[in-house]
């Protein structure tokens, strides 16, 4: 086995210095085209490796466990940490109101609860490496919402996302670039954070905002499943 990253040497071998560095190359085309695991021939990758003509080689993308770090307690912000937590993100959930982030509200143990004194250290905290991360910024309002996204910018959060209108969350981006955000960094902020599936109710922005930050991780397109039934002309051939 070879262990890949994203960045960095390769870990491991299979016997064959050749192999291994046909493979390895391989592995990061793999990764960046964001499948989770295909199957491939060697001469596929390596035709020179002839004596390899019968064999094959699994490749899967291992991740890590799914975090999601939402910055907000009030009505999205709880519905997204409940459904988060159902599919299986480990969820850490702050606010600057104590009162917000109590077990009475979140009985489920495996929402971590965070009253912040300060945003800024909270958040960079709950984010650490940012490996495997993704970021809701929920609040309540402009100045919480900047403030939270300045401190999540500084990290490398695979998902970040700011809730609110096209106004409101271009104000927060704008305000950030006043004071030298890097528009590298701003560029990579879902603002509005979601999918357009016309929410209404917390609950339903939830799912909106958690249905994006799941695409985002598994290289989904966020498009109908069925949209190949009308592209294909399948409808006219069966009338």
């Known amino acids: 086995k070879i262990l890949v990253p994203e960045s960095g040497p390769a870990v491991g071998s299979f016997g064959d210095v050749a192999l291994d560095k046909a493979a390895a190359q391989r592995a990061t085309k ?3 085209a964001r499948d989770q695991a295909h199957l491939f021939q060697i001469l596929d990758f390596a035709p020179e490796l002839t004596e390899w003509a019968e064999s094959s080689i699994l490749f899967e993308r291992l991740q890590p466990e799914p975090r999601l770090v939402i910055c907000g307690a009030g009505h999205v912000g709880a519905a997204l940490a409940r459904l988060a937590s159902l599919t299986g993100y480990k969820v850490t959930l702050i606010d600057d109101r104590a009162d917000f982030v109590v077990r009475d509200r979140f009985p489920d143990d495996r929402i971590e609860l965070i ?3 300060n945003w800024n250290d909270a958040v960079r905290q709950a984010i650490g490496n940012g490996r495997g991360v993704s970021v809701a910024v929920v609040t309540r309002g402009h100045n919480e919402d900047e403030e939270c996204l300045r401190a999540v910018i500084t ?7 700011l809730i609110g209108s096209k106004r ?3 104000i927060v981006l704008h305000r950030l670039r006043e004071v030298g955000a890097e528009l590298e960094k701003l560029r990579k902020v879902h603002a509005p954070v979601g999918l357009d599936i ?3 109710t917390p609950e339903e922005v939830a799912l909106a905002i958690l249905a994006e930050m799941v695409a985002e991780r598994r290289g989904g397109t966020g498009g109908s499943l069925s949209s190949w039934r009308r592209e294909s002309g399948w409808e006219k051939r069966n009338k």
């Open 30 to 32: 793999f990764l960046a």
């Open 155 to 161: 990290t490398d959060a695979d998902y970040v996302g």
């Open 115 to 117: 009253a912040a004194e």
């Open 168 to 170: 409101r969350t271009n």
């Open 198 to 200: 016309g929410a209404v």
